[in-house]
């Protein structure tokens, strides 16, 4: 007997990368939500005082703030959301142009 894989059940496999395709869309719209949260946060801020500020005041790592805000400052074209928050911030430590600037310049993603 055949070993079974989604491929066997296309209504089904278009069903999940419709879910998947607006998770990513939700999880890089709150992404960018937060990290401009964490900008407008930091800018009240003292200098200096913004690693001791998130470790006592967020549940969040300074590497992970750091990714929220270098994603709202991309201002990454709609387009290239639902490739998710790890594919765009794996693209934008590459030095990849997001906007709609990149896309125009025939930017491709796999």
């Not at 989604?6 to 939500?33: A, Q, T, Y």
């Not at 949260?37 to 800018?43: Q, Y």
């Not at 750091?66 to 794996?90: D, P, S």
Request: charged share 25%.
């Amino acid at each position: 007997m055949k070993d079974l894989t989604l491929e066997d059940f296309p209504e089904i496999k278009n069903e999940f990368r419709e879910i998947e395709f607006s998770s990513n869309f939700i999880s890089v719209s709150n992404g960018i939500k937060t990290g401009n949260l964490l900008l407008r946060l930091k800018s009240y801020v003292p200098r200096g005082q913004w690693e001791p500020f998130i470790e006592k005041n967020l549940k969040l790592s300074k590497r992970t703030c750091q990714c929220y805000m270098r994603l709202a400052k991309a201002n990454i074209n709609e387009c290239f959301w639902h490739l998710g928050m790890q594919k765009l911030h794996e693209l934008l430590s590459n030095n990849c142009d997001l906007t709609k600037k990149g896309l125009n310049h025939g930017l491709k993603i796999d």
